[in-house]
């Protein structure tokens, strides 16, 4: 049978669109985010391969829940995962919310519309936000946020990889009312060049998009811990401008992924501009509550 190692792309936290525990993040959180984050792409890469079949890919899944759950060590990034969840005294339910969505890239190959999407979101995205806010010891009352942010940020890479993902997976994101009300269907990803009823499509999933990045707005002032806060002020930052490229580029023909120099140029705006916001904010009056009338 095949083991979760022979499934491995070889993908990084160092090769992702968004900041995975940069030297933002204080020192003493970053093994277990990274402990989190290996997890989640050997799943990924296990749910994404190439030539597994299904049942496979669901075996190795559903092995790494048991994993989690202390049922076996059969799947070492998930026994090290529940070794530093142990020890923090975290929960492990992000890390089983996170196996469904994996579960559902190997069973669900077509969203019916905006609401369906918003539900893989659920699983998909969410859960890392809400591990890392736990790690941080963040309320819950910064969840709405982070959710929204995380979901954006899902649908900003689903949005880049849409036709690789249609041509190697059969995978496709973009909600099939959205390719209807485009007049265009699914089989259009797998062109060199999208079609002006392709892009329109596109075009209507990176303005649903917004609203997300809107509601997420307000989320790196909600945080308690300012390195946190810092790390997601620049995600938000790169976040917004991958999906306003989104909105003028095609992803089948064009570059839309941030070069290392323009992802590092947001990023030092951003820290300059948070920086500047902290030092010239008032503070508050004396017996009233900073940021209450």
């Known amino acids: 049978m095949t083991s979760t190692g022979e499934l491995q792309s070889g993908k990084g936290h160092r090769d992702e669109n968004f900041p995975v ?19 989640a792409r050997t799943a990924d890469d296990i749910s994404d391969h190439a030539t597994a079949g299904p049942d496979e890919k669901l075996r190795l899944l559903d092995e790494m829940r048991r994993t989690v759950l202390g049922e076996t060590d059969a799947e070492p990034s998930a026994v090290a995962l529940r070794a530093i969840m142990g020890a923090r005294n975290l929960s492990p339910q992000h890390a089983l919310d996170l196996l469904i969505a994996f579960s559902r890239d190997v069973t669900k190959l077509r969203y019916v ?26 309320p819950r009352t910064t969840w709405p946020a982070s959710d929204a942010l995380c979901s954006a940020l899902q649908v900003v890479n689903h949005l880049q990889d849409c036709g690789k993902d249609y041509r190697s997976l059969n995978r496709v994101y973009i909600p099939l009312d959205t390719f209807a009300a485009a007049g265009t269907g699914p089989e259009a990803l797998g062109e060199a060049h999208a079609s002006p009823a392709l892009r329109s499509a596109i075009t209507a999933t ?69 920086f500047g916001q902290r030092i010239w904010r008032k503070p508050p009056q004396p017996g009233i509550a900073e940021g209450r009338p």
């Open 21 to 39: 525990a940069s030297r933002l993040i204080q020192a003493r959180h970053r093994d277990v985010i990274l402990a989190f984050y290996r997890y």
């Open 113 to 138: 519309d905006w609401d369906d999407l918003m539900d893989y979101c659920r699983y998909s995205a969410m859960p890392v936000g809400r591990f890392v806010l736990d790690v941080h010891g963040e």
């Open 206 to 274: 990176a303005k649903r998009n917004e609203d997300l990045l809107a509601r997420a707005k307000p989320f790196a002032r909600q945080i308690l811990d300012w390195h946190l806060a810092l790390e997601v002020g620049v995600i938000q930052r790169l976040a917004e401008d991958l999906n306003c490229r989104l909105l003028e580029r095609d992803p089948l023909s064009e570059r839309v992924h941030h070069r290392k120099s323009e992802a590092l140029g947001l990023a030092l705006f951003t820290a300059v501009r948070f």
